[in-house]
């Protein structure tokens, strides 16, 4: 289908290829006669097909067949005019009608301008809909405003609120993007019900079934039996990954698509569940009792089902439940088992799923961390207390879209990767390891505000998302393509994010002792603000390191820390500016790392001229034979020299072979010849930065020789700077990508 791809592609002439590169075609292959060539399509028209794919793959039957689609509509007193739609779909009850707007890179953007103009039709559109077909379709119509890279304002989306208008982000689609991936066109009525929600279901009026009521725990309760096809229509799932403020507490992990599968194929079988669907009605159901005989501990009755969109939660159940969505029609009538609470509280709903699976299948930690903001919120304990702010602030900062955060928080269903780079347990260490929150006092008996706390648990948590907004906002928009490229970059990561937490709370004590202020009174941006001075040398390193330098000081390190690390190498970024900054345990800190890191160079610089040298000696004997070093070597002095040492150590009982006593620029002598650098090219041309348009990038070596000066002498004094360490640990990165270390 060509409207999933990503690229337009086209076979041309050979002739006109380089006429097709300077318009931005890309060539794939090509012979003597014709070439194929590919071009990214633009991201507006990108942002429509991805949008038009996924309705597609829920199943609506009629869609815009190409972009440009238009229709014709007319307003009272003005003539027919026609107007396009860049999303078309629809299906027996519903239509979609979609507007697609998108920047080529996250800035906010005012919709005012285009929210108005699609307010102003939407009148006329549902007439044209109407009248193209037929006066017997009532169709319940979804208008989308789908947008990419654009920050909405709280104007904007509070206007399209009020106007029906259902607002599409990234977030958003990822969510069902991930959704239809696992249940292709079954994922249809868990859409509609998030965007109908409280609408009425075509269909559903006055359908019984027969039930009895009684209560559990105290609790109302239903049991009855129902068809999927029924349950379906009326049931959503609101899984963590949707952000959604208004489900919370959202508890669900995202269907798998491995036992969707294996269910399919046993209920194809002929198999049935003998257990129940568990749903939460959330509204009160109508039950008309057949008897009334208070004795009976339950009463039997007609139940009526609910006739809207999103009324049934599915607490247990929902892959027996979703498993028929692709089955033939004549399956999705047949009978489930469902018990069904009303109106069951959202805190006791979440502990009951958590009941249910902790047994049979271990809830995931990242899922227990983000109910917690949910289930523990209140909480008279002060840790739980903390866990709960710190859980709400992390969902709420991943679904700002104002946020540096947003969409940058993995949650179950929504796989880590370099565009979602951060996880909810990581994240929440890094808050909770400071006392930006508050702290315990006595065995945790009492609570201690924090730098961030408000009058109240939800005053804290705006607060702290204000301060952590603004303070994240200065990282990002000292260099966005970093910040973007997550885990990678080093910067919006787990370890990165905890290192700066850390960062602002020791900031915030140093300002408050050095200004005598008392910082908790401020707003959280305004506290940022008072910070920026002291944090400018960070933020001018994230704007104009270089990659390699940036991950010379920021790359994590097998066993170095991790946070602490990366707290301690931003402390002392801020310390070499500030006089007077030194947080707990920096200078100690300081020097374990100062004797490690001379430890690690030291081993390094003996590392690198062994790895130089048998590598050098193994490529000569590859193309020489035994009397590589004669036919290698072309200054004289080169071996006299070697010949001599080796003589004098034989004396001493060392039989080690000739190469042995050659130095560090011996070799570089020998690589470097014009008769040998062919054979060395490919290991060892390494370009350090700044080296542009050299014939032989080999400047490493004379900077290795330099820092090899530092062991050899240690009565001299000399030590190793910061950026001594930062060459050795590039440099064996670089050689390890083109050598086989060992072999």
């Known amino acids: 289908m060509s409207r999933r791809r990503e690229y337009e592609e086209r076979r041309i002439p050979i002739g006109d290829v380089e006429a097709a590169e300077t318009e931005g075609w890309e060539v794939r292959q090509k012979d003597e006669k014709r070439a194929k060539v590919r071009r990214r399509k633009p991201l507006d028209l990108r942002l429509e097909n991805r949008f038009w794919t996924a309705l597609y793959r829920l199943g609506f039957d009629e869609l815009s067949p190409t972009r440009g689609f238009k229709i014709t509509v007319s307003k009272k007193n003005e003539p027919a005019l026609s107007k396009q739609i860049d999303v078309f779909a629809k299906d027996a009850e519903t239509v979609i009608v979609a507007e697609c707007k998108s920047c080529d890179a996250p800035r906010r953007r005012s919709l005012q301008k285009d929210l108005n103009e699609f307010i102003a039709l939407k009148g006329p559109i549902a007439d044209a809909i109407k009248k193209h077909y037929g006066k017997d379709f009532k169709p319940k119509i979804i208008w989308f405003f789908v947008t990419e890279n654009v920050i909405w304002s709280k104007q904007d989306l509070e206007r399209a609120r009020q106007e029906r208008i259902q607002v599409m982000r990234e977030s958003e689609y990822r969510y069902f993007s991930q959704i239809i991936e696992h249940l292709g066109s079954a994922a249809r009525p868990q859409f509609l019900a998030e965007y109908l929600s409280g609408a009425d279901v075509p269909g559903l009026e006055n359908v019984t079934t027969p039930a009895i009521r009684g209560t559990l725990g105290g609790q109302k309760f239903y049991s009855f039996v129902a068809t999927p096809e029924q349950l379906l229509k009326i049931a959503f799932v609101n899984h963590r990954a949707l952000n959604d403020p208004e489900g919370a507490p959202s508890y669900q992990r995202l269907v798998q698509r491995s036992r969707l599968r294996q269910i399919s ?167 909770l390891a400071t006392r930006l929150l508050g702290a315990e006092l006595f065995k945790g008996k009492q609570y201690q505000l924090g730098y961030l706390c408000g009058e109240n648990d939800k005053a804290t948590l705006d607060k702290a998302a204000d301060a952590f907004n603004a303070y994240f906002d200065l990282l990002k928009e000292a260099n966005p393509e970093r910040w973007n490229r997550g885990k990678a970059g080093y910067l919006c990561s787990n370890i990165s994010i905890g290192g700066h937490i850390r960062l602002f709370e020791a900031l915030a004590t140093f300002a408050e002792g050095k200004t005598k202020q008392d910082l908790m009174q401020l707003e959280g941006a305004e506290l940022v603000g008072q910070l920026r001075p002291y944090l400018e040398p960070v933020i ?35 310390a070499a ?41 193994a490529i000569l004997k590859k193309e020489y034979g035994a009397e590589y070093l004669e036919r290698a070597v ?95 640990r590039w440099l064996e990165a670089e050689l390890a990508e083109k050598i086989e270390i060992g072999e």
């Open 265 to 431: 194929k046993f209920l194809s079988a002929g198999g049935f569940f003998p257990n129940s669907i568990l749903i939460n009605f959330k509204g009160k159901v109508r039950f008309d009792p057949l008897e009334n005989d208070r004795s009976w501990p339950v009463q039997f009755g007609m139940l009526y089902f609910p006739t809207r969109y999103k009324s049934a939660w599915v607490v247990d159940g929902q892959h027996r439940l979703y498993a028929y969505g692709e089955l033939e029609e004549a399956r999705k009538k047949e009978h489930l088992i469902v018990v069904a609470f009303e109106r069951l509280p959202e805190a006791d709903e979440a502990n009951l799923f958590v009941t249910i699976n902790h047994e049979q299948k271990r809830v995931p930690k990242n899922l227990l961390d983000e109910l917690e903001g949910e289930l523990k919120w209140g909480s008279h304990i002060p840790k739980e207390r903390m866990g709960a702010i710190a859980s709400r602030l992390i969902a709420l900062l991943n679904g700002d879209n104002a946020s540096p955060f947003y969409g940058k928080v993995a949650t179950p269903g929504i796989k880590q990767s370099d565009d979602v780079p951060l996880t909810v347990p990581e994240f929440k260490v890094g808050i």
């Open 634 to 728: 072309h200054n004289d002095d080169i071996l006299t020299k070697a010949f001599a040492r080796q003589l004098e150590e034989k004396r001493k009982g060392d039989n080690r072979d000739l190469h042995v006593f050659l130095d560090l620029m011996d070799f570089k002598s020998i690589i470097e010849h014009k008769s040998n650098w062919q054979l060395f090219r490919q290991t060892f041309d390494i370009p350090m930065e700044g080296d542009k348009g050299l014939a032989k990038n080999l400047r490493w070596l004379d900077s290795l020789n330099t820092i090899r000066r530092i062991p050899a002498h240690p009565s001299s004094g000399r030590q190793y700077k910061p950026e001594d360490i930062e060459f050795l």
């Open 577 to 617: 500016h500030t006089k007077g900054f030194s947080p707990a345990g920096y200078a100690e800190w300081m020097k374990r790392a100062t004797e490690d890191e001379t430890k690690y160079a030291d081993e390094a610089v003996r590392r690198l001229q062994t790895i130089v040298q048998d590598a050098t000696v």
């Open 540 to 574: 001018s390193f994230v704007k104009d390191a270089s990659d390699e330098e940036f991950a010379g000081r920021f790359k994590p390190r097998f066993g170095s820390g991790g946070m602490v690390r990366q707290y301690y190498k931003l402390c002392e970024q801020v």
